[in-house]
């Protein structure tokens, strides 16, 4: 009854699957229920099914972060059940308002922050198509229970002290247990796969392109505060469970260093956008996902701005980047 149990979900993006956990005991927790996708609903109530389980026995959802493939059936189960959810701080209004406030802010946010580095127009407005169609994987809810840095959750039978982990997302928490056994990670550390560093909206601020937070900064500062605790394995939300986070952490770090010098090299002797960047690094790749590269490339381009060997320079309507 002690360690949670993994239930793979199918969701409707590229990475086909997510984890979800349950963690059984009082209260009764399903931990990133998955997208709001029929397959999703089939396989969860099939999963529970095979404990004794309904949906309609859980007690308390908890979501690492805010991402469709994680929190997007938080409402349809918290419908079903009664149960309440858990989640960062900063979200609450966020996942009110979901479908379409939310989603049209970040969709908004991110459009205005590719216009700012170089993406073609055109691009931009099929990337916002896209991300339209995608916006009823999620459902608008209220979050229960808002937790910040140091609060305690309990679920099931553990209490988990909460820890903020900005990077791949501004909500991304780590969930670990008292005893140091287990952490519940998200996306904040993969095993399989690095962790995108994606640019959205601030949770704190006003969202201005120009005032963007640096993903990619606190995405690295976040991993060295989860390096220097004391935990046996972090449950993933994709992939096989990591029980050497500081080795992955290592390595994690000393990739983007790597990336960051082939980023510097890119720079040719005229101001670039970041975008033109991302080209050169990714070719093809780039033109098919505009927005994933260009937040690749800015956040490496963050890191070399503050050990000051780029500069901005702003050129109308567009930032470009040059060697300092």
Not at 18 to 43: I, K, M
Not at 97 to 114: H, I, R
Not at 183 to 194: K, T, V
């Amino acid at each position: 009854m002690g360690a949670p149990i993994l239930m793979t979900l199918p969701v409707p993006y590229a990475v086909r699957v997510v984890n979800a956990y349950l963690l059984l005991g009082d209260p009764l927790t399903l931990v990133d229920p998955g997208s709001n996708w029929d397959d999703t609903r089939t396989e969860l109530e099939t999963a529970l099914a095979q404990h004794g389980l309904r949906v309609q026995d859980i007690e308390r959802v908890i979501v690492t972060h805010q991402h469709h493939d994680h929190a997007g059936f938080a409402h349809w189960v918290k419908e079903q059940s009664g149960a309440d959810v858990v989640g960062h701080g900063g979200l609450k209004a966020h996942f009110a308002n979901l479908a379409w406030d939310s989603m049209e802010a970040e969709d908004q946010f991110q459009a205005g922050v590719m216009r700012l580095h170089g993406v073609p127009e055109e691009r931009i407005q099929e990337l916002y198509e896209i991300s339209k169609a995608h916006r009823g994987y999620g459902g608008s809810f209220d979050l229960d229970h808002p937790v910040r840095e140091g609060d305690v959750v309990e679920a099931g039978i553990h209490r988990f002290t909460v820890y903020e982990r900005p990077g791949h997302s501004p909500s991304d928490l780590l969930f670990v247990d008292e005893t140091g056994t287990i952490a519940l990670g998200g996306d904040h550390l993969i095993g399989s796969i690095s962790s995108n560093p994606v640019v959205h909206r601030p949770l704190d601020r006003p969202a201005d392109p120009k005032d963007r937070p640096p993903s990619l900064v606190h995405y690295i500062d976040s991993l060295r505060k989860t390096a220097a605790l004391d935990i046996e394995t972090v449950l993933p939300g994709h992939g096989p469970p990591v029980t050497d986070h500081g080795r992955l952490i290592g390595d994690r770090i000393s990739f983007h260093e790597r990336r960051k010098d082939r980023i510097a090299e890119a720079l040719g002797d005229t101001p670039q956008t970041a975008h033109e960047i991302a080209l050169t690094v990714w070719g093809e790749v780039a033109r098919k996902e505009p927005f994933l590269t260009l937040s690749e490339a800015l956040g490496h381009l963050d890191l070399l701005e503050n050990e000051g060997r780029v500069t901005v320079v702003a050129d109308g309507d567009l930032w470009r980047y040059t060697k300092a």
